[in-house]
Each structure stands twice: as structure tokens, then as C-alpha cells.
């Protein structure tokens, strides 16, 4: 099969990594495969050299109603429709409710099925009217639509789900698959995620300032970047823990460091199914989570394999955290139960289900 990917860009992000992820492990099973970006700067991620990338580095179009936004979101349509032409692609998956629209419009009337995703929580990402609209009717008009959750799919009207399925997220990072779980784990507290007010970091700093008054000696790291890095800087030093939190941006080796720590937070409000917290498992990190929509319900047996705590409430994080510093065999079962993820979330097993859901379209 010649199988296409849409996707604004590659830059760091779980939907990116997903992509590069999946597209190279459909080469390897005997596809043939190309990413279309619409933006090639600031690539974080690259996959195998089997896959085609194709940018078409499109110009920014306005972000308010207006005729030139139209207008340009006409003209990208046609410019991914005369790329899938020229590829003679079988099918096209698109990466986020926005590529959706476009893989909508430039698949029709043509051979190559257009396949949706959705990528984020429904209810909460962009959830406005003119959005929801726009999100279900493409949906209904898809030739498929792949979720990650099964409540994500219950968003969507019934003649969605009965041409959809339901696939999780792979563990996609090749590197969770070289680490071994730490025999003597370092007293960092990890965090990642873009530095945005989805992932609520700021609870994590204040759940940290109740957990450092009991553990000194340990420390919090936050991977990621974003819009919200001055504010929680800000933060951050108003707890007067410039010394013990540290913010340093993106790292494509992350995850070999959250390996070695005590624990992994996730904080979020809301969530798709989240990648960052599926490797920390993955590498038999001790993790807490938020029950936040969705994803992580999904993931985490409360007690078993994780904690969960409820959304918002960073005394319940510091609890958690606090729970696990200070019982190693509650730390060792949840360490042991979590890497389990690595059977049940497989590269390979995911991308043959990713396949199977292709070839019966």
C-alpha cells in the first residue's frame, strides 16, 4: 500500500512522534510511506529513512474569519490534493482535527480513503461552537476515523463509530526500548510536557513546595517549551525553589533520565492519551496522574500500576508523591506492574492494528 501522513509539522510533540513513529514501522513491515508537512522549521523529530518526507511549506494564513482565511485554506486543500494525486496514495491519515478538514476536501472525489484522528480530548481542545461543528461534520464525512480512546469516540455521532475504531497509542519512543528500570533511582521528581496551562505545571511546583518541606534533598525537572515558561519561572521563585526546580527545555533523551528517577508526574487537565506518561511506565518509573480526560483511566489500574488523583488539586499530587518516596515496596510493585505496558502497547502490535484497520477500508 502507498500510505500518506498529513501533519502541520514535526516539531516536539506526542501527534509528531506518533507519525514519525508509525510511518517508519509500516516501512519496516514492507509499505511504502511519505509525511506531508506543511511547515519543515524547528523539526524535532525524523523517521526512518525509508519514509519520504514531503514539505509543501505552505504561508501562514490568517487566524481570524475572514475571505484571505478561506481563500487560504482553499488553496492549501488544493495544493494536498494535487500531492495525493501525483503520489497516487491509497490512503491518507490525517494527524489533528485541522488536518482532518484538509484530508477531508482533498481525498474527495478521488481513490485515496481519508482517514481522521483524534488526537486530544474532544470536549475541552478547541471545543468552541464554530470548531465542534466544523470537527463533527468532517468526521461523518471521513472514510475512517481512528481514536485513542473509548471515550473520545463516544464525542462523536454514531455513523462515526461504526466506520472508526479505537487504537491506543503505541509506547513509540525506540528508546524506552533499550532502557532497563533503575536499580538505585535518583532523587528527582520528573515532569514533561509543553510548558502550556493544559498541562498545569503549576501544580506540580506547588505540589513540589509541600513535598520538599519532607524531602529536602530531592529535586523536580520539567521537560518541554511553551507560552507558559515566564509565568511558572515566576513561580518557581516567588516558592523559593530556584535551587531545587529547573526548567530546561525541550531534550530527545528525556525519557533516559526520567528512567533513573524517584517518580513521574503527570498534572494535566485534560489529555488524548498521553505519550509522556505511557514511556515513564514503560521504563518503570513510579508514576502519579491525574485522572484528567483522557487517557490516563485507561492506562492506570489506581494502586497497581500508578496513582491517580483527581484533576486540580496539588496537595492530592504531593500526597501521592509523598506515598511513594516513602514506601520502596509500594515504589518496586508499581514499577514492576507498570512496565506490563510494553506487552500491551507495543510498537509493532499497534502499527499491524493501524494496518488491519487500513486494509478493510
Known sequence: MKIGFLIQSLT????????????SQMVKKGE????ITFDSENQFYTPDEGVSLYDMDLKEIPKNLSAKRVFGC???AFEIRRKIKSRNLDCLICMSTVMNSYGLISALF???KSIGTERNNPYRYKSDKLNSIIK???AVLLDGFVFQTY???EYYPKSVLKKGCVIQNAVFNPLVYEISPSDKREKIIYGIGRLNKQKRFDLLIKAFAVIHELFPDYSLVIFGEGEERKNLENLIDSKGLTEFVSLPGNDSQAVKKVAQGSVFVLSSDYEGMPNVLMEAMAVGTPCVSTRCKMGPEELITDEENGLLVNTGSYKEIADAVIRILSDDSLAEKL???SRKI???NNISAITDKWLDYIKEL
Open 32 to 35: 511504502a510511506v511519505e509525511i
Open 136 to 138: 463533527k461534520f468532517s
Open 151 to 153: 471515550e473520545s469516540a
Open 342 to 344: 510494553l506487552e500491551t
Open 335 to 337: 514499577s514492576l506492574n
Open 12 to 23: 516536539s510533540g506526542g501527534a509528531e512522534r506518533a507519525c514519525c513513529q508509525l510511518a
Open 110 to 112: 478521488t481513490k485515496t
Open 74 to 76: 482553499i488553496s492549501r
